[in-house]
């Protein structure tokens, strides 16, 4: 198995523009989470999902960021417009079962710099 | 929602000398308490959890106690070793579950020759 999956390992983008981080879990888990880490916050959850319906988003900042998952195999993490605090490695992790109730597989990680 | 306090941020300990680290939650209802080490530039990877029926559990060297009444759980490392040196993330689910996991702040265990 090749684990969970992140694009683009690395993103330098400039303020203002529209930043688009994708995410393949593991096969056959069911839940799947954003995170993200900084050295001031720590691992923030953003947005949880099972069976591809967001469960709680709770977490996500603000209106600028939005999280999709159009089936059991992909999901993105949009910010629009992004903006230098926004700078952070962002995870997805992945887990068999509802809830948070079982081992995470996370992902290697995006790290994002916004100019 | 759940609110996890880890401590200490950093500790230092000897090679071959055993290492704590103590969180608390707030939310009674939690029942599950994962443990994970994230090593310089990787990602986190579950080390060892515990759920509330048991108070202590163990792998090897690691283990870790649950006191559900007082709210607080611990990780126990003995014997420590270079390769121990990273940071480890307490955490616990708000609600049932239902919110996804809270992480501690972190711990930097760093292992002295």
């Known amino acids: 198995d090749a684990g969970v999956i992140q694009s683009p390992r690395h993103e330098v983008t400039e303020m203002g523009q529209e930043v688009t981080l994708r995410c393949k879990p593991i096969?056959?888990?069911?839940?799947l989470f954003w995170y993200r880490q900084t050295m001031m916050r720590g691992l923030e959850l953003l947005i949880y999902?099972?069976?591809?319906?967001?469960?709680?988003d709770s977490g996500m900042p603000e209106d600028r960021f939005s999280a999709k998952m159009p089936n059991a195999s992909f999901s993105t993490l949009k910010i629009q417009p992004s903006e230098p605090r926004d700078s952070a490695v962002y995870f997805c992790?992945?887990?068999?079962?509802?809830?948070?109730?079982?081992?995470?597989?996370f992902g290697p990680g995006t790290r994002l710099t916004v100019l | 929602g759940e609110n996890v306090e880890q401590h200490p941020s950093t500790l230092s300990v000897q090679e071959g000398d055993s290492a704590v680290i103590k969180c608390t939650y707030s939310?009674?209802?939690?029942?599950?308490f994962p443990w994970y080490k994230q090593e310089l530039g990787k990602r986190p990877q579950l080390i060892i959890d515990?759920?509330?029926?048991?108070g202590e559990k163990k792998d090897q060297r690691i283990a870790v106690t649950l006191n559900k009444t007082a709210k607080h759980f611990s990780l126990h490392i003995t014997e420590t070793q270079p390769e121990d040196s990273a940071v480890y993330f307490c955490?616990?689910?708000?609600?049932?579950?239902?919110?996804?996991?809270?992480f501690g702040k972190g711990t930097h265990l760093i292992i002295q020759p």
């Open positions: 992790a992945s887990s068999q079962g509802g809830g948070s109730y079982n081992e995470q597989f």
């Open positions: 096969s056959g888990h069911n839940s």
């Open positions: 999902f099972n069976n591809n319906v967001p469960i709680d």
């Open positions: 939310d009674s209802a939690s029942n599950y």
């Open positions: 515990i759920r509330s029926n048991v």
């Open positions: 955490a616990a689910p708000g609600i049932g579950g239902a919110d996804g996991l809270t």
